[in-house]
């Protein structure tokens, strides 16, 4: 199993709602991300964890709240989010080694976030 | 700061003509770079990376660390390399693999 599968495809929320996307993988990475990209932009990466635990994140406003129970899964928690923040929200996942950097990163398929 | 600079947001060539598609670079340190590539409805995933030398799916790229550049090239395009590709760079070290992304390049091949 080689996939990563995020949850749920499409996701419409009010900006006081609180929902959550989900990211799973089976292929035992131990480095988990979430990366944000806004229509016809590149991905930016928001988080990082590494053998569960949160290693980066790069100044993410605190609506935004990560969360990995476990190996194989990561979620990411949303509260009060603004307009601005529609976009399709990708997971990625990639095993560390150490000392190198060249490795591959999977990609899920992203969930695309609409606020209203 | 590291950047990647992608200079073409869109390129079309017809089928069996050559394509290149440019990136550079700046990093202070020695970096990693990939292309990775999204084809329609697809997600996103690893094309080549330049540690590995490889060919996929017919398309090179090479490092060349004086010019700062990790251009992709293919002889002879087809009509399914219609995707948007993007460079990407990581830094020397850094386990986590995080990747800083160019703003990509939309290819199209015409029949």
């Known amino acids: 199993d080689t996939e990563v599968t995020q949850t749920p495809k499409h996701l419409v929320m009010g900006m006081t709602n609180k929902k959550s996307l989900k990211c799973e993988q089976h292929?035992?990475?131990?480095?988990m991300y979430w990366y944000k990209q806004k229509a016809k932009k590149p991905p930016e990466l928001m988080f990082v964890?590494?053998?569960?635990?949160?290693?980066i994140n790069e100044s993410v406003p605190s609506r935004f709240s990560p969360e990995c129970p476990n190996s194989s899964l990561l979620n990411l928690h949303l509260h009060a989010l603004q307009p601005e923040d529609s976009a399709l929200y990708l997971c990625?996942?990639?095993?560390?080694?150490?000392?190198?950097?060249?490795?591959?990163?999977?990609f899920g398929q992203g969930t695309r976030l609409t606020v209203v | 700061a590291q950047r990647v600079t992608q200079p073409e947001k869109l390129l079309s060539v017809f089928k069996g003509a050559p394509v290149e598609l440019k990136c550079n670079y700046s990093?202070?340190?020695?970096?990693?770079l990939f292309w990775y590539v999204q084809y329609s409805r697809q997600r996103l995933q690893l094309l080549l990376r330049?540690?590995s030398r490889e060919s996929i799916k017919g398309f090179t790229a090479d490092l060349n660390k004086g010019e700062t550049s990790f251009h992709l090239k293919k002889p002879f395009a087809q009509e399914e390399d219609s995707a948007m590709y993007y460079c990407?760079?990581?830094?020397?070290?850094?386990?986590?693999?995080?990747?800083?992304f160019g703003r990509g390049t939309q290819l199209t091949v015409w029949p």
């Open positions: 292929m035992g990475h131990r480095a």
């Open positions: 964890y590494s053998y569960e635990k949160l290693s």
């Open positions: 990093y202070s340190g020695s970096p990693e």
């Open positions: 990407a760079l990581s830094g020397r070290g850094s386990t986590l693999g995080r990747l800083y």
């Open positions: 330049h540690i």
């Open positions: 990625a996942s990639s095993q560390p080694h150490r000392g190198r950097s060249d490795t591959e990163a999977f």
